[in-house]
Every structure is written in C-alpha cells, then in structure tokens.
C-alpha cells in the first residue's frame, strides 16, 4: 500500500509531561474510510496522542501526516481547517446556549440587519442543523438548551458540530462511558453511518466487545508505548485484554459463598421526588445484611440513582424510612452518615466524587481531613495527607505523572474513579454503595475493583451496588432488586434469577409476581 492511501500517519510520536512519558515513540497509520480504534488500559496514552492530532498538545518528538503532506498541527482551529473533528470525553459544551449556538459557536454565520447591523443569522442555521441531524440519522431539536437535554443527546451535539464543520477524520474519545447500554447500540449505528458516508473514524476506548462490533484495525497501547496492531476480525478479545493489560486476565470473577450477618441497612416505602414534584421513587422497601451484595438493575433513569442518593443524604427523601443499623438517619447530615459508617461512589465522578483542582493526596482525604491526623488544633498537618496518598497510590494502583501532587484535573477519568474508590473503601465503612463502580474503566482496573467488591463483602461489609451492567450485575450480587420507572418490581436471590429474567425486568415486561 502506498503511503498516499493513509490518511493520517503519525511517526515516531513521543509526548513527556513531568515525570511521565505518555507516548513513547509511537507511530500509526490510519486508512482513508476504516474504522481505527486505539484500545489501552486508562492512562496509557491514548487520549494524549489524538489530542496531538487535535491540536491541543504538541509533540516533543516525531511527525503528524495528513493526506501525505507533513503539517506541524498548532491548535484545534489549525486541525478543524485539516477537516480533524474530536468529540472529547467530557464535553465541551455551554449549557444555557442551546444546541444551534453551541454548534456555531466561534463560526457564527452573519447577516445584516436592515442591510447595515451585522447580527448572528440563528434561524437558518437552526434549519441547517435540523437537516444535517436528519442526514445523519441523529435527530435533534436545534432549538433546545444543552441544560435541558440528556447526556446522550448531549453527544450528538458534538457529533454534530464535527460534521457542521465538515470534518472528514472524526475522533471519538472513550464516546459511551456515559451511555446506557441501548444509547451505545445507537451511537455504533451512527459510527458504522458516518463511515459509510466516507468518513474516517478513530475510536479511543477500552471495551473489547464495542471494537469487535464496529472496528476494522486496532492499536493497542500499554503505559506508552505502541504494542500491535491488529486485525480486529481475526483477534479474539482475550487476545486483545491480554495485551492491553500486559498478563492474562481473568474474565470470570471467583467467588466464595456468602455469609450474611446482622441487618445493616432498612429502607421502608422510600419516596423521592424530583424538582417538578413528580415521584422518581416511589415506594421503595429493601434490606441490606452484614456480607451481603444487594444490587439494584435498571435502565438508566428508572430511579436506581436518587435511591443511592437519598440513602447517602444527596438528595431529600420526600417519605419513609432510612435506618443505618436501627437509626434513622433520612434527615441527618452527609457527614453523620458518613461518620456513622457509610461510603459512597458517586455516579458523576467529576461533579460529585473529587475536587478536580485538588492535587492527589487532598482528593484521597476529603472526608477525614478534619480529624486527628490530618488535623490537630484546628491546623493540617500536610504530612499526613501525603503519608497516606503515597500508601494509597500504590495499593490501587492509581496512574499519576506527579504522584500525590498531581492536580486530579489532569488525571485520565479512569484514574479518578480508581482515586474515590480508594478513598472511600479505606473508610471501612458498614454500608458501602457503589454507582456505577467501574463506569470508564478497562477491563484490567475493572478486574481489580470487582475483587476489591468482593473482598470487602467477606470482610462483613454491606454493600449497594447499582449498574447498569448487566454481566456486573450478575457477576456481583447476593441479591438482586430489579427497579422501573421508580418501583422494585423484583427482589430474590441471584441464584433465582438468569440475566434474561434481569432483562425482562428491567424493560417493564414483567410486572409483579402473582
């Protein structure tokens, strides 16, 4: 094959930040109309080499080939005139503006008012955007705010400001670790769309069976360096696991016989109402033992996460009962809860889970700094915070350029949901509720917080885990509460339960049983 056919090649690319060389002499070369994934374990450079691409970093070492014409890429406006579009992983949208300004932000198209006032023409751009949405199969309301809209529409958006600017290379970064499982059904089918109309397609991720449904090539990283290049038809995905992780990985997740203990949790006829006063749990009722998973399944928006919510104290419980070992703590503080011995994963790792400009060690303390050691006489001792950041880096193996005084901002998403999970577990708390645990995680990390689960259940913890992860779902749980539209229509053992029945829950099909 001649170089010409390559529309992006990439030579010898090397990328250091201090104290970590993100990409160590990696070189690929991308096809002209194929789908290019680039798989690796979170922090293996994935991300740092398409934001070269992008513009947004430069390289310290190595060459970037466009169409065959060697261009140095400035910045993303340089890259957006090469026809290079990245929809980013945490998107870069205003939320009171709505989807046209967002889309036309920085291009905006201009007409003049009584033939002298120069004005942004909005409306035909709205007209415009609906068209190029009902092309691509990606059907939006151009006049909506981006506040008002969900998670998934949200990315179509960025989709669609890629193709506004006729992007012809599209780079998707880790695009369904917010998706539910039937939101990223849809989104490949819009991926395998944009190919089929010429475009070429580079999909950072780490889910093996994502790349073996849509991708024709694939690159697979590991801390840095380039490993293979593979055919993704002809490699299996254990092959694939292996090498992003760097050792074989087990798929299959052991585990001993349940020990269930005292009652630590009781939620009684739980109701909670969103801002509109309509019920988004209504009368929920469950109980959580000593050494007992009891996992909550649903689809995405049914209510699983303003339970979770409701029981940490994030949201106002509108009636019923909480009880933490007897007490009832529906009106008590976070902090009451959380001393009282509750740990919480949240959902949204970024809004909720870390202070993003907080370094390493403060992250790893924020819900003990007030105490001895970390305190004495109303004074933070430093030491303290970075004795145990140290220890904790090493024992979850969070990936870090500047170790405990890296600002988390700049930490892949991966790497901060490995931080809170780190931080929250070493509470030894009674209760421990985890959402969305493994949400963006590779298949190495995901491995490890399932055993870390599981490790805490026969330690006597009682555990919440709400996925939407189906497979997580019946790897993990002792129980299973399966919830719609804001109802436990189901509660039994595991063992009593297939996926399908899980399933057939979830989707409303089942109702109660007679």
């Given at each position: 094959?001649?170089d010409?056919?390559y529309?992006?090649?990439?030579?010898?690319?090397?990328?250091r930040?201090?104290g970590?060389?993100?990409?160590?002499?990696?070189?690929?070369?991308?096809?002209?109309?194929e789908i290019?994934?680039?798989?690796g374990?979170?922090?293996?450079?994935?991300?740092?080499?398409?934001?070269m691409?992008?513009g947004?970093?430069?390289?310290?070492?190595?060459?970037?080939?466009?169409?065959?014409e060697r261009?140095?890429?400035?910045?993303?406006?340089?890259?957006?005139?090469?026809?290079?579009?990245?929809?980013?992983?945490?998107?870069?949208?205003?939320?009171?503006?709505?989807?046209?300004e967002?889309?036309?932000?920085?291009?905006?198209?201009?007409?003049?008012?009584?033939?002298?006032?120069?004005?942004?023409?909005?409306?035909?751009?709205?007209k415009?955007i609906?068209?190029?949405?009902?092309?691509?199969g990606?059907?939006?309301?151009?006049t909506?705010?981006?506040?008002?809209?969900?998670?998934?529409?949200?990315?179509?958006?960025?989709?669609l400001?890629?193709?506004?600017?006729?992007?012809?290379?599209?780079?998707?970064?880790e695009?369904?670790?917010?998706?539910?499982?039937?939101?990223?059904?849809?989104l490949?089918?819009?991926?395998?769309?944009?190919?089929?109309?010429?475009?070429?397609?580079?999909?950072?991720?780490?889910k093996?069976?994502?790349?073996?449904?849509?991708?024709?090539?694939?690159?697979?990283?590991?801390?840095?360096?380039?490993?293979?290049?593979?055919?993704v038809?002809?490699?299996?995905?254990?092959?694939?696991a292996?090498?992003?992780?760097?050792?074989?990985?087990?798929f299959?997740?052991e585990?001993?016989?349940?020990?269930?203990?005292?009652?630590?949790?009781?939620?009684?006829?739980?109701?909670?109402?969103?801002?509109?006063?309509?019920?988004?749990?209504?009368?929920?009722?469950?109980?959580?033992?000593?050494?007992?998973?009891f996992?909550?399944?649903?689809?995405s928006?049914?209510?699983?996460?303003?339970?979770?919510d409701a029981?940490?104290g994030?949201?106002?419980?509108?009636?019923?009962?909480?009880?933490?070992?007897?007490?009832?703590?529906?009106?008590?503080?976070?902090?009451?809860?959380?001393?009282?011995?509750?740990?919480?994963?949240?959902?949204?790792?970024?809004?909720?889970?870390?202070?993003?400009d907080?370094?390493?060690?403060?992250?790893?303390?924020?819900k003990?700094?007030?105490?001895?050691?970390?305190?004495?006489k109303?004074?933070?001792?430093?030491?303290?915070?970075?004795?145990?950041?140290?220890?904790?880096?090493?024992?979850?193996?969070?990936?870090?350029?500047?170790?405990?005084?890296?600002?988390?901002?700049?930490?892949?998403?991966?790497?901060?949901?490995?931080?809170?999970?780190?931080?929250?577990?070493?509470?030894?708390?009674g209760?421990?509720?985890?959402?969305?645990?493994?949400?963006?995680?590779?298949?190495?990390?995901?491995?490890?917080?399932?055993?870390?689960?599981?490790?805490e259940?026969?330690?006597?913890?009682?555990?919440?885990?709400?996925?939407?992860?189906?497979?997580?779902?019946?790897?993990?749980?002792?129980?299973?509460?399966?919830?719609?539209?804001?109802?436990?229509?189901?509660?039994?053992?595991?063992?009593?339960?297939?996926?399908?029945?899980?399933?057939?829950?979830m989707m409303?099909?089942?109702?109660?049983?007679a």
């Open positions: 094959m001649t010409n056919e529309i992006v090649e990439m030579k010898h690319i090397t990328k930040f201090p970590i060389v993100a990409n160590d002499d990696v070189s690929i070369s991308i096809r002209r109309g290019f994934a680039l798989l374990e979170n922090g293996a450079g994935k991300s740092t080499l398409m934001s691409l992008f947004m970093y430069e390289p310290d070492e190595g060459e970037i080939w466009i169409r065959g261009v140095k890429i400035a910045s993303p406006y340089h890259a957006t005139k090469l026809n290079i579009g990245m929809v980013h992983q945490h998107f870069k949208l205003v939320q009171n503006y709505t989807i046209t967002n889309i036309i932000l920085g291009i905006e198209p201009q007409r003049r008012l009584f033939g002298l006032l120069p004005a942004v023409d909005v409306k035909n751009s709205d415009k609906a068209e190029l949405s009902h092309k691509y990606l059907d939006v309301d151009p909506k705010k981006i506040e008002d809209i969900n998670v998934s529409t949200q990315q179509r958006v960025e989709i400001k890629m193709l506004y600017r006729e992007a012809e290379i599209l780079i998707f970064d695009p369904t670790a917010v998706l539910t499982p039937q939101e990223i059904e849809f490949l089918d819009i991926i395998r769309e944009l190919r089929a109309n010429g475009k070429t397609i580079i999909l950072i991720t780490h093996l069976e994502e790349i073996k449904k849509v991708a024709d090539r694939c690159a697979v990283l590991c801390r840095g360096k380039l490993i293979d290049v593979l055919d038809a002809t490699t299996s995905t254990k092959t694939m292996n090498l992003m992780v760097g050792r074989e990985v087990n299959v997740t585990k001993e016989p349940a020990d269930f203990k005292d009652e630590v949790l009781r939620v009684e006829h739980l109701v909670v109402k969103n801002k509109d006063g309509f019920p988004v749990v209504n009368d929920v009722s469950f109980r959580i033992r000593a050494g007992e998973i996992s909550i399944a649903g689809v928006g049914n209510g699983q996460v303003e339970v979770a029981i940490a994030l949201t106002a419980v509108s009636s019923g009962s909480i009880k933490l070992y007897g007490e009832e703590i529906s009106n008590k503080s976070i902090r009451y809860r959380t001393e009282k011995g509750i740990s919480y994963i949240p959902e949204d790792r970024q809004s909720f889970g870390l202070v993003l907080f370094d390493l060690a403060n992250n790893l303390s924020l003990e700094y007030y105490k001895e050691p970390f305190c004495e109303g004074v933070l001792r430093q030491k303290a915070f970075d004795e145990k950041g140290e220890k904790l880096i090493d024992r979850y193996d969070i990936r870090s350029g500047q170790g405990i005084r890296t600002i988390v901002r700049s930490m892949s998403g991966g790497n901060q949901q490995k931080a809170i999970v780190a931080r929250e577990i070493e509470l030894a708390s209760l421990m509720i985890f959402v969305q645990p493994t949400r963006g995680l590779d298949i190495g990390a995901i491995e490890n917080i399932h055993r870390q689960i599981l490790e259940r026969d330690k006597g913890r009682a555990i919440l885990l709400v996925s939407l992860e189906l497979d997580e779902i019946m790897q993990l749980s002792d129980t299973i509460g399966v919830i719609y539209n804001g109802e436990l229509l189901k509660i039994a053992d595991a063992s009593e339960l297939n996926a399908n029945q899980v399933g057939e829950y409303g099909v089942r109702r109660h049983d």
